[in-house]
Nanobody, 128 residues
Framework: QVQLVESGGGSVQAGGSLRLSCTAS????????MSWFRQAPGKEREFVAG????????HYADSVKGRFTVSRDNRMNTAFLQMNSLKSEDTAVYYC?????????????????????WGQGTQVTVSS
């Protein structure tokens, strides 16, 4: 079993920045791809950004390209989401998720059903 814990959420004004962290613990083995999703009130959970286990491949939702950067440090079992130029529409609960797949697949990475583990979420609120 793998546990994921997010941190770094909070309230910020439009144009500001936040950095989210997701630390994994438990039965961690090599090969977990990590992603960030978000869910706003009344909306479905949506993919934000993902990063392969190796860190060499990333994928972003069009809505965050150029503003958000996903990274990871496998020595710390932690993934990060640097969010810049935040907009009010970025307001949501942000979740990290882990999937153990033999290869990185940018088609599967956006599907919530392809993930094995989820964190509890952290609130991000952007005021205009």
């Amino acid at each position: 079993q793998v546990q994921l814990v997010e941190s770094g959420g909070g309230s910020v004004q439009a144009g500001g920045s936040l950095r989210l962290s997701c630390t994994a613990s438990g039965r961690i083995v090599p090969g977990y791809h990590m992603s960030w999703f978000r869910q706003a009130p009344g909306k479905e959970r949506e993919f934000v950004a993902g990063i392969a286990w190796s860190g060499s491949d990333t994928h972003y939702a069009d809505s965050v390209k150029g503003r958000f950067t996903v990274s990871r440090d496998n020595r710390m079992n932690t993934a990060f989401l640097q969010m810049n130029s935040l907009k009010s529409e970025d307001t949501a609960v942000y979740y990290c998720a882990a999937q153990r797949r033999p290869v990185w697949d940018p088609v599967l990475v956006v599907e919530t059903s392809s993930y094995d583990y989820w964190g509890q979420g952290t609130q991000v609120t952007v005021s205009s």
